[in-house]
């Protein structure tokens, strides 16, 4: 990554499946650029490349590639294209886009370019984003990239750990999967905030509420999903929560009930508060490796529908 990252050219088209021309300026209004094919109440209102993927592919061409033939509309120098992940920003100025979807399906003798050539790069290291904010954009223009990073917020519930009488295992056991599935997911960045709570619906409940308006992606609580008379985090969570995804932790109970019945007794709890998940899963060590396996398998997707992204 440059330590300097800027416009190289804006370009625009009237029809898709065309090249674009370069402008001496673009407008960005909420639906993507004005008069551009691509503009609309969509997810890829807006396409990017790098001048070193164009300067690159040029070479093995043996031709020059002129801005906006890959039909990009940002053509960008001093950007790692490879480093990029999605819901990434990018400021030019007062505009803000964020990124939403990585590479494409080629469309072959539809691409004007692969008529041509009978190859394009759009497909492996274009990105495409979404106007967060809207304005003007020039070639020349310094650019601001704001890569997106996860807040995982993790509270144990131990009466006895929190009073000092053993060690929480759970909760770093949960910070060793988000790590994993963090590393998994090629590098999406995490940030990673720990609590250790006495079984206190209170208390949990300032907690869930200090971990929303501090902006966490995800919260997960670990400890007091049974029927016990301070277990309470299934009804604190449910109650925090707009909406339940009750299939995650039903197709969890069943697959791990089938071996060990009491499986089947834990209460643990998925749903949503405003735009962040939330899990309430048992205490064991075993349950949360248990627990966790299956919940990573199904996050990404519903972090990305949080934000209004449907990629399947």
């Known amino acids: 990554m440059s330590d ?18 370069p402008v001496a300026q673009i407008e960005f209004n909420k639906l993507g650029i004005i008069d551009d094919a691509h503009a609309g109440d969509w997810h890829r209102q807006i ?25 990009e509309n940002l053509t960008l120098r001093g950007l790692d294209f490879s480093t990029l992940r999605l819901l990434d920003r990018f400021r030019f100025g007062e505009v803000e886009l964020e990124m939403t979807q990585i590479g494409k399906k080629c469309h072959g003798d539809s691409c004007a370019i692969f008529r041509e050539v009978g190859a394009c790069v759009m497909p492996k290291e274009g990105v495409f984003c979404r ?8 070639p020349g223009d310094e650019v601001e990239y704001l890569p997106k990073h996860y807040r995982f917020w993790v509270i144990t519930l131990s009466d006895r750990a929190s009073r000092g009488e053993y060690s929480d295992r759970s909760g770093p056991r949960v910070v060793e999967h988000i790590e994993a ?4 997911r090629q590098g999406l960045r995490a940030e990673i905030n720990t609590t250790l709570l006495a079984d206190d619906a209170e208390a949990l409940a ?29 009804e604190v969570v449910s109650d925090f929560c707009d909406k339940l995804v009750p299939g995650v932790m039903e ?5 791990y009930g089938q071996e060990k019945p009491n499986a089947l007794l834990s209460r643990s709890v998925a749903g ?25 398998t199904t996050m990404p997707h519903l972090l990305h529908m949080l934000v209004g992204l449907d990629n399947h």
């Open 4 to 21: 300097k990252i800027e416009v190289v050219s804006t370009n625009v088209s009237k029809e898709k499946g065309t090249i674009k021309e």
């Open 47 to 71: 396409s990017m490349l790098g001048q070193e993927s164009v300067e690159r592919f040029a070479l093995k061409a043996g031709r020059t590639i002129a801005p906006g033939e890959f039909a």
């Open 131 to 138: 106007v967060i904010h809207g304005g003007t954009v020039r």
């Open 181 to 184: 599935f963090a590393e998994k």
């Open 206 to 234: 300032a907690e869930l509420t200090r971990a929303r308006k501090a902006g966490a992606d995800v919260i997960i609580t670990t400890g007091g999903t049974g029927v016990g008379p301070r277990d309470i985090a299934p």
């Open 251 to 255: 197709a969890i109970r069943l697959k």
């Open 272 to 296: 949503v508060a405003g735009s962040t998940l939330v899990y309430a899963i048992p205490g064991s060590v075993r349950a949360v490796d248990e627990y966790l396996n299956e919940i990573v």
